[in-house]
């Protein structure tokens, strides 16, 4: 393939991941968004498969993580580059391990890889609070392929998607130079078929379920980052989303607020099995009763 032309897959690669993920939510796209890129890289020495992994992945983490800047200021520019080299380091070695691997499992490298890198980046003390998104995330909305989870967690899912972009471009490559091969990537296509099958049988079943015994949801919307007399009990350090509650007063006046509005909410509407406080009320109530 020439130099362009492999460019170009790395790009529409880079792109069909980005248009996969949470604020465009494409999710289908995840399934066959790398197989671009994967042809492209076919033959290719060891520096432009670098540059074209790296090209992909760059996109793929400016689109994903457009909101840095407005969090990190101008070091956001810097940190979207820094999640893509972070996504192209674990593609490029599980591709570079699927090279040395010399048997039909190969197939496996760089989906087990990627995967484990990817949960691997979560649970060690110095990456595990780096906000880089998840590739299992591009199926957040759909249920039936995020029922997995409860068996696996999120690395399962990653590992199901990469697999079925590596089998599709293993089918493509062996119908182009008309070898024989097409059984094993095709065989691990019904993998996530079958979780796609299985999880809409799971949901279905919770549907009926939940129609025979609905569940009763209620939320507040307190704003307290905006109320003056909430801010003013704290140290007035802001984030990028409102000011921090960094003294126990402010954190306890928000704690109080919202079990004011959870018992109105109560009272007007009658029994609530659930009720679900925003996001930084949730973190301030739980240091607030501790």
């Known amino acids: 393939m020439k ?11 880079g792109l069909l991941m980005m248009l996969s993920m949470p604020s465009y939510d494409i999710a289908f796209l995840a399934w066959f968004g790398f ?3 994967f042809l492209a890289i076919r033959e290719k020495n060891a520096l432009h498969t670098y540059l074209l992994i790296n090209l992909c992945t760059i996109i793929w983490s400016i689109g994903t993580h457009l909101w840095y800047p407005s969090i990190f200021g101008w070091w956001g520019y810097l940190i979207m580059i820094a999640g893509g080299l972070f996504y192209g380091a674990i593609i490029k070695m599980g591709y570079d391990m ?4 010399k048997r039909w499992y190969s197939i496996f490298a760089l ?4 995967s484990v890198l990817e949960w691997v980046k979560t649970i060690i003390p110095f990456t595990k609070t780096w906000w880089i998104e998840l590739l299992a995330k591009s199926q957040w909305t759909v249920p039936e392929n995020l029922q997995l989870l409860s068996i696996t967690g999120f690395i ?4 199901i998607i990469m697999l079925c972009n590596v089998a ?3 089918m493509i490559s062996s119908l182009k130079i008309r070898k024989s091969g097409l059984l094993l990537p095709l065989t691990l296509l019904l993998v996530p078929i079958a979780n796609s099958v299985l999880g809409a049988m799971i949901v279905n079943k919770s549907e009926q379920e939940l129609l025979q015994h609905p569940i009763t949801i209620g939320a507040n919307v307190d704003l307290v980052n905006q109320d003056p007399a909430v801010t003013a009990l704290g140290g007035q350090q802001q984030a990028g989303d409102g000011y921090l509650a960094d003294t126990p007063q402010m954190q306890q006046k ?6 004011q509005l959870s018992q109105e909410l109560v009272q007007r509407n009658g029994a609530v099995d659930i ?14 009763t501790c």
């Open 111 to 114: 989906p087990v890889t990627f």
């Open 3 to 13: 130099l362009l032309l492999s460019y170009i897959l790395s790009i529409l690669s």
């Open 35 to 37: 197989v671009p890129l």
């Open 254 to 259: 928000i704690f109080d607020i919202n079990k």
């Open 168 to 170: 599709l471009t293993e």
């Open 98 to 101: 699927s090279l040395r691997i």
């Open 275 to 288: 009720i679900i406080w925003g996001k930084m009320s949730s973190l301030t109530s739980m240091i607030a």
């Open 156 to 159: 399962g899912l990653s590992f």
